[in-house]
T-cell receptor, first 114, second 112 residues
Framework: AQSVTQLDSQVPVFEEAPVELRCNYS??????LFWYVQYPNQGLQLLLK??????LVESINGFEAEFNKSQTSFHLRKPSVHISDTAEYFC????????????FGKGTTLSVSS | DAGVIQSPRHEVTEMGQEVTLRCKPI?????LFWYRQTMMRGLELLIY????????DSGMPEDRFSAKMPNASFSTLKIQPSEPRDSAVYFC??????????FGSGTRLTVV
């Protein structure tokens, strides 16, 4: 079984500041890792994923996450946030077999203000 | 591609009534998942299907909940009878292979 811990429930930051949203996971098998974003009253959108290979993965809108196997972490970072990045962010894990379910963390609310 | 389609978007019903939520996955996806989102419990996996076969329903809260996937393009989640504590946003997601899963816009259920 897998589990995910998102260490911060809320992260307030000012526009153009850097941000890190922390995620730790536990699993007895090899895993794939994901970050999803949810804007108010919308569904979840895939932000980025780690399947294998390079431990640093990037999204098209400037976010990146690094898989750290020894620390069982997959923290999400952005060097300079925008107001439009305000949303809830979910870290998720699943086993690396096809068709296994995503297990989500409790989410982190990122609030960006000017 | 229309994405994962859920209906209705909003449902308000009285306690004791039957509620049916519907989901049309993306064509070609062979895995389908039902999740429930609440403030208190976050995103909970209820049940999922691979190739229309239920694989794990251990997240279904109790016998009042049931889910079916009669074919590759349609799934339902039924609550009978509904209770106020079932109020939540219910999401359907579909996927294939190692790709990330695509979520629908959700059904916001309110049981009064």
């Amino acid at each position: 079984a897998q589990s995910v811990t998102q260490l911060d429930s809320q992260v307030p930051v000012f526009e153009e500041a850097p941000v890190e949203l922390r995620c730790n996971y536990s699993s007895s098998v090899s895993v794939y890792l994901f970050w999803y974003v949810q804007y108010p009253n919308q569904g979840l959108q895939l932000l980025l994923k780690y399947l294998s290979g390079s431990t640093l993965v990037e999204s098209i809108n400037g976010f990146e996450a690094e898989f750290n196997k020894s620390q069982t972490s997959f923290h999400l970072r952005k060097p300079s946030v925008h107001i439009s990045d305000t949303a809830e962010y979910f870290c998720a894990v699943r086993g690396n077999q096809a068709g296994t379910a995503l297990i989500f963390g409790k989410g982190t609310t990122l609030s960006v203000s000017s | 591609d229309a994405g994962v389609i859920q209906s209705p978007r909003h449902e308000v019903t009285e306690m004791g009534q039957e509620v049916t939520l519907r989901c049309k996955p993306i064509s070609g996806h062979n895995s389908l998942f039902w999740y429930r989102q609440t403030m208190m419990r976050g995103l909970e996996l209820l049940i999922y299907f691979n190739n229309n076969v239920p694989i794990d329903d251990s997240g279904m809260p109790e016998d009042r909940f049931s889910a079916k996937m009669p074919n590759a393009s349609f799934s339902t989640l039924k609550i009978q009878p509904s209770e106020p504590r079932d109020s939540a946003v219910y999401f359907c997601a579909s996927g294939r292979g190692t790709h990330g899963y695509t979520f629908g816009s959700g059904t916001r259920l309110t049981v009064v």
